[in-house]
């Protein structure tokens, strides 16, 4: 209410979720409309926090743009009402940073329980973040976690930078290894942003 946003979860057994997101109407003020313009996919990530002030002074002393905190709520259809607390990342910071959340009434609360998909999807597996600026983007993780990252290289997408492990998850932040080629064009037309995610999945699947 009040966002004129509407949207849907897609939750995993791994406990994360792909959240989908449309808007009632045109909302240039909102930090998701203009990467719609440009033809929507991945715009943002956000990371689960059970210390959202401490989360959020770490990102602040690493150099990152994030705002203060911010409570929300909403009444399911069932009449139980939802409370939870993050922070955003703002400016060019948006996306490359994370934003975080705190779920007040608890995630299952919040998320949806069905879990369990045809395809045998179980998570998200790593997530690829085009940026320009990859020892910019390392200092900051590297200080907000308190543990070096690791150098990777990237020839599917011709890239290459540094990955750090966030709880079950990969990221990967690389920049193009030349002028040509995917982040090159992502970047030109997006900016530094989520450029991809892999989902892990039940071996026996095909």
Do not use: K
């Not at 990467?35 to 690493?62: E, N």
């Not at 959340?101 to 329980?113: N, W």
């Amino acid at each position: 209410p009040g966002v004129g946003t509407y949207n849907a979860l897609i939750a995993f057994a791994d406990t994360s979720y792909i959240e989908l997101i449309g808007f009632y109407e045109p909302r240039a003020d909102h930090r998701w409309w203009a990467p719609l313009q440009r033809g929507g996919g991945l715009v943002d990530f956000c990371l689960q926090t059970d210390d959202l002030a401490g989360d959020l002074q770490a990102l602040r002393r690493a150099g990152v743009d994030i705002g203060d905190p911010e409570a929300r709520n909403r009444t399911r259809p069932d009449g139980v009402e939802i409370r939870w607390t993050f922070a955003l990342a703002r400016g060019p910071h948006r996306g490359v940073a994370p934003f975080i959340i705190a779920d007040i009434t608890g995630r299952d609360v919040r998320v949806p329980q069905e879990r369990s998909h045809a395809n045998g999807v179980t998570g998200v597996g790593t997530v690829t973040v085009a940026v320009s600026d990859v020892a910019r983007v390392r200092a900051w993780y590297e200080q907000a976690l308190e543990r070096p990252g690791a150098d990777v290289r990237r020839p599917d997408v011709a890239g290459s930078g540094v990955r750090f492990t966030i709880g079950p998850h990969t990221f990967d932040f690389v920049a193009p290894t030349d002028g040509h080629g995917p982040l090159s064009d992502w970047l030109a037309q997006r900016g530094s942003s989520p450029y991809a995610v892999t989902l892990t999945g039940e071996a026996s699947r095909p």
